[in-house]
T-cell receptor, first 113, second 113 residues
Framework: KAGVTQTPRYLIKTRGQQVTLSCSPISGHRSVSWYQQTPGQGLQFLFEYFSETQRNKGNFPGRFSGRQFSNSRSEMNVSTLELGDSALYLC????????????FGPGTRLLVL | AQSVSQHNHHVILSEAASLELGCNYSYGGTVNLFWYVQYPGQHLQLLLKYFSGDPLVKGIKGFEAEFIKSKFSFNLRKPSVQWSDTAEYFCAVPRDSGYALNFGKGTSLLVTP
């Protein structure tokens, strides 16, 4: 069974640009969550999608947005990039049926110059 | 909101030493708890989880954790560490709703030969 996949794996952008990251969950999983991982802040929750609806959102500015498609694939977008957005962005999926385990992808490492 | 705190941020051990990493959770109701591990350059992966039942939970690679409700703790243990256990370890608890997690700041473990 294929795991969670994320594309691209690495990305370099400059301040002010925007970026879109993609996540394909494990087949049959309906919940997709996004996290930002940095050395100083650890793993911080961005948002969660379930059946194409945003279910929860963390404490990030409106520049961070996301969506989920009917096949459960998800994208997150960051507009007007700032240096502080440099991080590893992790996607995780779970079945969405009860007591859950989240399965993580390899992440997209974003560097903002 | 449910949260976890990890006491040790950096731990250095020699091979064959015993390991105990602390994790305390904040919520007093029904608790689900997780330990995840992130090996260098690899995905975040589940080590073990507690949902209910036996408070002593066994996970992969010889790790175990004990849920102690009276102490609000879920410490990770391993009797004898190996060099390959060098990694970052995260304790986590489900967010108040949905399937996403709140993570502790993580503990970086270095095992020296």
């Amino acid at each position: 069974k294929a795991g969670v996949t994320q594309t691209p794996r690495y990305l370099i952008k400059t301040r002010g640009q925007q970026v879109t990251l993609s996540c394909s969950p494990i087949s049959g999983h309906r919940s997709v969550s996004w996290y930002q991982q940095t050395p100083g802040q650890g793993l911080q929750f961005l948002f969660e999608y379930f059946s194409e609806t945003q279910r929860n959102k963390g404490n990030f500015p409106g520049r961070f947005s996301g969506r989920q498609f009917s096949n459960s694939r998800s994208e997150m977008n960051v507009s007007t990039l700032e240096l502080g957005d440099s991080a590893l962005y992790l996607c995780a999926s779970s079945r969405g049926t009860g007591e859950e385990t989240q399965y993580f992808g390899p992440g997209t490492r974003l560097l903002v110059l | 909101a449910q949260s976890v705190s990890q006491h040790n941020h950096h731990v250095i051990l020699s091979e064959a030493a015993s390991l105990e990493l602390g994790c305390n959770y904040s919520y007093g109701g029904t608790v689900n708890l997780f330990w995840y591990v992130q090996y260098p350059g690899q995905h975040l992966q589940l080590l073990l989880k507690y949902f209910s039942g036996d408070p002593l939970v066994k996970g992969i690679k010889g790790f175990e954790a004990e849920f102690i409700k009276s102490k609000f703790s879920f410490n990770l243990r391993k009797p004898s560490v190996q060099w390959s256990d060098t990694a970052e370890y995260f304790c986590a608890v489900p967010r108040d709703s949905g399937y996403a997690l709140n993570f502790g700041k993580g503990t970086s473990l270095l095992v020296t030969p």
